[in-house]
């Protein structure tokens, strides 16, 4: 078979197999990405071009490492599903880089982060001056969640202080609360067991509160 004919049909073979594998894979914005999405990302991309680039080879090895890739992309992302501590390891945490108008530099620091970074993202959201963000949150994509005086005054930002039936001992730290003290709260609200709670938050002394759905 002509050589050129071998290519053609095996990047139109190689395109169609990438766009099903990326499908199977879950719809994600290309903006929120996960390290570990690029990185599967680029190796699928990076042994089709090698798949291309060299007609000679078997095609076979070729797909069997993409469906390999992709069956590990699922699994984790399975798991993820059902581990807050493995999603956190997988995708990151988000961190709140100022926190009602004041920069936490020890934040930024452990993310990496400098003022450069932060005044860049800032002018991305139109956003003259530091001293008009009340919040503002880097997103484990990397992107700046910004919360400004004027819109959020008196509002607060939302704290998530249950995730997938798991207290989240750090944010109750953030607001000078207790383990203890949210257990009574749900007690009070007709909540025995932590199980029960698919998503708790809290935000100006209002709690919103999301139970597990019955099977």
Not at 15 to 36: A, C, D, N, P, V
């Amino acid at each position: 078979m002509n050589v050129y004919l071998i290519i053609i049909l095996r990047t139109l073979f190689l395109y169609g197999l990438i766009l099903l594998i990326f499908r199977l894979m879950g719809k994600r914005e290309i903006g929120s990405l996960s390290i570990l999405d690029l990185v599967v990302f680029i190796m699928i991309a990076e042994l089709a071009v090698v798949a291309i680039e060299d007609p000679t080879d078997q095609i076979l090895n070729t797909i069997l490492p993409m469906l390999l890739l992709m069956g590990v992309q699922i699994f984790l992302a399975l798991l993820s599903l059902k581990s807050k501590r493995i999603r956190d390891f997988l995708d990151g945490r988000p961190t709140i880089i100022i926190n009602q108008g004041k920069i936490d530099e020890k934040a930024m620091k452990e993310q990496r982060y400098n003022f450069d970074d932060l005044l860049l993202q800032l002018r991305e959201k139109n956003i003259r001056n530091l001293s008009d963000v009340e919040f503002a949150i880097l997103e484990p994509s990397g992107k700046l969640s910004v919360f400004e005086k004027s819109r959020s005054h008196n509002k607060g930002i939302m704290v998530p202080l249950i995730i997938d039936g798991i207290i989240q001992e750090k944010n109750l730290e953030k607001i000078n609360q207790t383990n203890l003290w949210l257990r009574s709260q749900l007690r009070q609200r007709g909540i025995k067991h932590l199980k029960q709670v698919s998503f708790c938050s809290y935000q100006n002394g209002e709690f919103f509160i999301d139970l597990i759905d019955k099977e």
